[in-house]
């Protein structure tokens, strides 16, 4: 054979060898675990199963471009296998249950590194991708259980051989498959046997009570997985006589008792804690004046809007229409629509701006965005017709204002009386009219003041900010004088 027979061969062979290299992916249970699978037969229990969730490990994740592929698989793997512990049409009262997989580090096996350096790099090398999984139970914003369990993908490379194919497989899928399956077996078996510990104890201590029995067995045990339970029974089995007292009662002991009343008992529980409906009506029947409670009210809301129904049944409770119109209007102080159980959560300052708008057209000032973040039309109108397009110009949406008596606009000045009258007019007409203004908007304001404030803290950085305001001062003159000077 010629040396340049031999030279070629040796080419080709170095040639493969540099291209046969590759990785793999295995799963490697904790040391010790026992090994768990996954059993596809729903829990005898309802419960209402969050989105699973999968964080990485910030430099595996940004390094290894293999994470996306890991993640997806577990994440996916994980929502179809948490959707099966639940058992069917799970009630909205139901604990929440919810799993959460991190990747918390990883590991170099520095054995392996050593072999694979002392193999001339045919061996192939491994590190570990060690990841932390939790299950957990929560009702009424507490724990009412928690699995963990932990495991690790082991990735192999090698770059001179494909012996990395001999301990693993090329998709990490596959892995991350029989991780999740593991992970997920064993938070089953947790789970089922916590289960079958609080049904045991529930059918022991609570079959054959009666309702007050019952109810002192929650007091008793108010983690219990079958709370809800009792609270049904609750709410469902009330006394014939003073069934509102029964509620109160119920409520004062569980928080949660409220969500399992009927729509027309609800009614009595709406507002903020201290003054819901039925505070008033005992502060009423206890001789304090209703037009104090209906000046409370008005600002410490919100309540509901109230049907006709209701309405009726709020004044034969001895309510005054009064106090019953400052319910009503205390929800205008809300941008969000407001469930028929008040939350008690401290108001916030992003609560204090939404006081401010109406969210509807039933203000004098109306918004020059709507409900979905973009321009109301007319607005598009006015800027397209370039109206307001001088005003502000020089310096701005906030320094708009010093111009405010010197630039030209519509066939005179706006500093003379008569120019802004002239100006007003065909602003608004370009703008479509005022009765376009108002059936093109869904959110307004009660004063020029409120509404500087409130398009200052939430529209200010958008990019259509300037025009937008300077298209509806010309509507409402003014707006720009009050954006300058609010806080």
């Not at 030279?7 to 295995?26: E, K, N």
């Not at 609560?351 to 039933?362: C, E, G, K, R």
């Not at 906030?398 to 405010?404: D, F, P, R, S, T």
Request: proline share 5%; aromatic share 8%; hydrophobic share 40%.
């Amino acid at each position: 054979m010629s040396i340049r027979c031999i030279y070629r061969f040796t080419l080709i062979m170095a040639s493969l060898l540099l291209v046969s290299g590759c990785m793999s992916y295995r799963y490697v249970p904790t040391e010790g675990a026992t090994p768990a699978e996954m059993d596809s037969t729903p829990l005898p229990v309802a419960f209402q199963v969050e989105p699973p969730t999968v964080t990485g490990n910030p430099r595996m994740a940004k390094n290894n471009p293999e994470w996306k592929k890991i993640a997806t698989a577990i994440e996916s793997s994980m929502t179809s296998q948490a959707q099966g512990l639940s058992a069917d049409a799970p009630a909205s009262q139901s604990p929440y249950l919810s799993v959460h997989m991190e990747n918390s580090n990883v590991k170099m096996n520095w054995g392996h590194f050593l072999m694979y350096i002392a193999s001339l790099f045919t061996l192939p090398s491994s590190s570990d991708l060690q990841f932390d999984s939790e299950l957990t139970v929560e009702a009424g914003g507490e724990t009412l259980f928690a699995s963990q369990a932990n495991g690790s993908i082991r990735s192999y490379i090698s770059v001179y051989s494909p012996s990395a194919l001999f301990v693993g497989k090329k998709d990490p899928a596959i892995a991350s498959q029989a991780l999740t399956n593991d992970m997920m077996g064993r938070h089953r078996q947790a789970l089922e046997q916590w289960v079958a510990a609080e049904k045991q104890q529930y059918d022991q201590e609570v079959a054959g009570k009666d309702i007050l029995e019952q109810r002192q067995w929650l007091i008793d045990n108010p983690r219990s997985l079958f709370a809800g339970e009792i609270l049904g029974n609750l709410a469902s089995h009330t006394p014939r006589r003073d069934t509102l007292g029964w509620h109160q009662e119920n409520v004062s002991l569980f928080p949660g008792y409220l969500a399992f009343l009927s729509e027309e008992d609800a009614l009595w529980f709406v507002g903020p804690d201290g003054q819901r409906v039925i505070d008033l009506v005992d502060a009423a029947k206890g001789g304090t004046s209703q037009s104090i409670l209906a000046a409370q009210v008005e600002t410490q809301g919100p309540y509901k809007v109230f049907s006709d129904e209701e309405i009726r049944r709020l004044r034969k409770s001895g309510l005054s229409s009064d106090l019953i119109a400052a319910m009503i209007r205390s929800n205008g102080q809300q941008s969000a629509p407001v469930s028929s159980v008040a939350s008690t959560a401290p108001v916030s300052p992003q609560d204090n701006v939404a006081a401010l708008l109406i969210p509807d057209n039933s203000g004098e000032y109306m918004n020059p965005w709507t409900s979905d973040g973009v321009l109301a039309e007319w607005v598009d109108k006015a800027i397209n017709a370039k109206m307001g397009s001088a005003i502000g110009s020089a310096a701005g949406a906030y320094a708009a204002q010093k111009a405010l008596d010197n630039v030209p606009f519509v066939g005179g000045f706006l500093g003379s009386k008569v120019g802004k009258k002239v100006g007003h007019s065909a602003a608004i007409s370009a703008s479509g009219g005022m009765e376009y203004i108002r059936e093109t908007s869904d959110q307004s304001f009660r004063n020029l003041d409120d509404m500087a404030r409130y398009l200052k803290a939430v529209h200010a950085n958008n990019g259509n900010f300037q025009d937008a305001v300077k298209a509806a001062d010309a509507i409402y003159p003014g707006l720009m004088q009050s954006l300058a000077s609010s806080e």
